[in-house]
């Protein structure tokens, strides 16, 4: 019935998969042209100057900027700018779901039933008619030929009727399953998606050394997202190698809710922190301008223990900070290359006489200001840019990656193998019967039939 | 001895070892020699890499030598000549040699003179920093080196049914065979290739998949190849279509590979350099 239905039949056919997926292949190079995700007058700057790139000289400004605005009314009519969640797109990768399902129903009952069928029952005549089937004579008798069949590892069982012996033996038949596991498995990938895509978000959050933010802002769309906790930036910096490239950009960050520190975490570039399915990422930075930290570590003695306080402070530049008796701040900054090399640091306590003096920026230095000492670190202050994402689909997805590799594999490399070894018990004189199948390798494996010919026939008593 | 000097051994010893398979081809003699010489060409190269290895750590920014246009294609060439010594064990025929160690030569003498390819040891920026890294690059030119040499079958397949080389050559029907057995062994890898690269993102910026131009040529890839399996295996496509294909397929394995770093942008483009 199924096999008469036009549409069964349609989205069953291997003709629609390698339509869709021509169509996939082909479409897909569009968005590797077309910039992403930009807005309507970039993409008129960007036709503009492509067709332009191609007409040196005068007079064809008119043609040029009616080209571009046509193809940008173009690009956003089929969503080409932002073409791989467009309708068109989707669709396709539907038409590719309902197709692999459809197939899959449609196959499957018949390939599950050559697992299992009953291989005793095949007629003496198809067995003997096999391609590559061997006829011959053992000197030795049927039951000794299936031991010998055995120890070059064909296992199986032997079934006694009146009119014929027969062993049958196999290899690698869950082999089969392996085309339905890769087809299954990117199935498994979309649904990893779609779960991703509903449930899951994507977002940006800039986060100032020294202080707390409470919203992130979807990557698409820019829209607002409220977190649960505040994400807190303590510290934000840069390592360098010798040669001057950037190493590593780390961050450290405290989700807090309620006063309460939930988590710290020192992040870097590969190396996020996770946290009840939330995962930030170290994305980007951007200094705070005219901004920076000052951190003043003391030692101290409290009845007999040494401790050291730490604080933190944001300063501005030329702006003097009071704490307890003392005053600091910054008077001037050194610049190399746009980066902030050392910071000209006052620092005055009670009625002594103030410290002035330059500091390397982010090196701890230490300040003895009437008798005590300070180490004291300055630093540009830095805005973080962590990525905010959710996604409950990866476990999915990865689940999916695993069986296409599983099924890839045994769709290429496990080949479905069976032999039967044949007595007709009619006519004792008449010779037996080795025959085989196999599902991959055709011919390499009518050799191992005649390989196994040729050990049973060595085998003399 | 440093590391680039035993890789420039290395490419003058596979340009002797493409002319010994060439008179191999053609006259069915020095088999075993120009086998003997590829294996020391390749010993000499691996000796290169370990020891690129070694000085990156000797000048203090230690890693794999895995991770731009220069390493990769040093890489690239490497393995197209495992491969080759892999097949011929195991399928016993040396007729693909010539075409894949001429590959395996250009690619090492274009990385080595053109201005465009970075030759020096850089550091990582913090982005590669992962031990992703490595098995993405490692899988995916597994899978670039299986579809050059399926196109290089794929080539003789076409030079045998023009009545070219007709003696020398192993019949039609097994070249399709090698063509189909190095595609489907080079799709497995490529797959595997797309997964790592697709886990080492999400480690890394949290999306596993973000349509950046060399992932989608990568899928682009990886439908074509898609597309000739199941032109052959459901619709019993073989001979000279497949053959066909398979060339064109390593065209755009090698769009995917440079063309992508040269003329297309996104976060992949620190190949460029
Ligand atoms: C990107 C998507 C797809 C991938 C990666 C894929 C992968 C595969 C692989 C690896 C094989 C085994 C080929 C061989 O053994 O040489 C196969 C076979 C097959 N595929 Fe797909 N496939 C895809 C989409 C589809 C779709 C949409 C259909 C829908 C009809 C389909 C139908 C088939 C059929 C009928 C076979 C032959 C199975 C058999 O007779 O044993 N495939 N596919």
Redesign the interface.
């Known amino acids: 019935m199924k096999k008469n239905n036009p549409v069964w039949h349609f989205f069953s056919s291997?003709h629609l998969?390698?339509t869709t997926?021509?169509a996939?292949?082909i479409t897909?190079?569009i968005?590797?042209?077309i910039p992403?995700g930009e807005a309507a007058d970039y993409y008129y700057r960007f036709f503009g100057n492509s067709i332009a790139s191609f007409f040196s000289g005068q007079g064809h400004n008119e043609f040029i900027s009616k080209f571009a605005e046509s193809a940008t009314t173009f690009t956003q009519l089929l969503d080409l700018d932002d073409m791989?969640s467009s309708w068109w797109y989707l669709s396709l990768l539907v038409l590719l779901s309902l197709n692999l399902i459809v197939c899959t129903l449609d196959r499957f009952p018949l390939t599950w039933k050559l697992i299992h069928q009953d291989n005793f029952k095949l007629h003496s005549d198809s067995i003997a008619a096999k391609q590559g089937a061997v006829h011959f004579k053992a000197s030795v008798n049927f039951d000794t030929t299936v031991k010998i069949l055995n120890k070059h590892g064909w296992k199986g069982g032997v079934c006694r009727e009146e009119e014929r012996t027969i062993f049958f033996a196999q290899k690698g038949r869950w082999g089969r399953l392996g085309v339905y596991i890769v087809h299954i498995s990117i199935l498994v990938i979309f649904s990893g998606?779609l779960i991703g895509w509903l449930t899951g978000f994507?977002a940006t959050a800039w986060v100032p050394e020294l202080e707390s933010v409470h919203t992130a802002y979807t990557q698409k769309g820019n829209f607002p997202l409220q977190l649960p906790y505040d994400i807190h930036c303590n510290y934000f910096g840069i390592k360098y190698?010798?040669?001057g490239?950037?190493?590593?950009?780390e961050s450290s960050i405290s989700l807090v809710q309620d006063q309460k520190e939930l988590t710290t975490q020192m992040i870097?570039?590969?190396g996020?922190l996770k946290y009840e399915g939330t995962?930030f990422?170290?994305?980007s930075y951007q200094p705070v301008p005219n901004s920076f930290v000052i951190t003043f570590s003391q030692d101290v003695e409290d009845k007999g223990e040494k401790q050291t306080i730490t604080e933190h402070f944001i300063a501005d530049y030329q702006q003097p900070i009071k704490w307890n008796d003392m005053s600091f701040g910054i008077l001037r900054v050194l610049r190399f290359q746009n980066k902030v090399k050392q910071e000209k640091f006052w620092f005055k306590n009670g009625d002594a006489t103030p410290w002035e003096g330059w500091l390397d920026n982010n090196v701890p230095t230490t300040v003895t200001v009437d008798g005590k000492a300070f180490s004291v670190t300055v630093k540009q202050r830095f805005s973080t840019g962590l990525?905010v994402?959710k996604?409950p689909g990866?476990p999915l997805?990865?689940l999916g990656?695993l069986m296409?590799?599983v099924g890839?594999?045994m769709a290429?490399f496990m080949s479905h193998r069976r032999i039967w070894l044949l007595q007709d018990n009619t006519d004792k004189k008449k010779s037996l019967v080795l025959a085989g199948s196999a599902s991959k390798n055709k011919i390499p494996f009518t050799h191992e039939l005649k390989d196994l010919v040729e050990k049973i026939q060595a085998q003399t008593r | 001895m440093d590391s680039s000097t035993l890789i420039g051994i290395s490419t003058f010893t596979f340009l002797f070892a493409t002319l010994l398979y060439g008179i191999n081809l053609m006259y069915n003699k020095l088999g075993r020699i120009a086998t003997t010489t590829t294996a020391i060409a390749l010993l000499i190269q691996t000796t290169g890499i370990v020891l690129r290895w070694i000085e990156s750590y000797q000048i203090g920014i230690g890693h794999a030598p895995l991770t731009n246009m220069y390493e990769s294609i040093v890489f690239f060439a490497w393995t197209i000549v495992l491969l080759q010594l892999l097949v011929e064990w195991r399928f016993k025929t040396r007729v693909s040699g010539t075409l894949n160690l001429a590959l395996a030569t250009i690619a090492l003498a274009w990385a080595s003179n053109s201005g465009s390819v970075q030759m020096a040891i850089s550091p990582l920026i913090p982005a590669l920093q992962s031990n992703w890294l490595v098995s993405h690059v490692i899988t995916c030119f597994i899978g670039y080196a299986a579809f050059a040499m399926a196109a290089a079958f794929g080539l003789l397949y076409l030079l045998r049914s023009k009545g070219i080389l007709t003696d020398r050559l192993p019949e039609l029907n097994i070249l399709d065979e090698l063509n189909h057995k190095t595609m489907v062994f080079g799709f497995i890898w490529l797959t595997a290739g797309i997964i790592t690269g697709s886990v080492w993102a999400n480690s890394a910026w949290g999306t596993y998949w973000s349509w950046d131009s060399k992932e989608v040529w990568s899928l682009i890839t990886w439908f074509f190849y898609a597309i000739i399996l199941h032109a052959r295996f459901t619709r019993g496509w073989s001979g000279m279509r497949i053959a066909t294909l398979s060339m064109a397929g390593l065209a755009v394995v090698m769009f995917t590979y440079f063309g992508v770093n040269f003329w297309l942008s996104g976060l992949h483009s620190y190949g460029a350099s």
């Open positions: 291997v998969a390698l997926l021509i996939l292949a897909s190079i968005g590797t042209l992403q791989y998606a994507k190698y010798d040669n490239m950037p190493k590593e950009y870097e570039v590969n996020p995962t990422y170290q994305a990525q994402a996604d990866v997805v990865y990656c296409m590799l890839l594999y290429f």
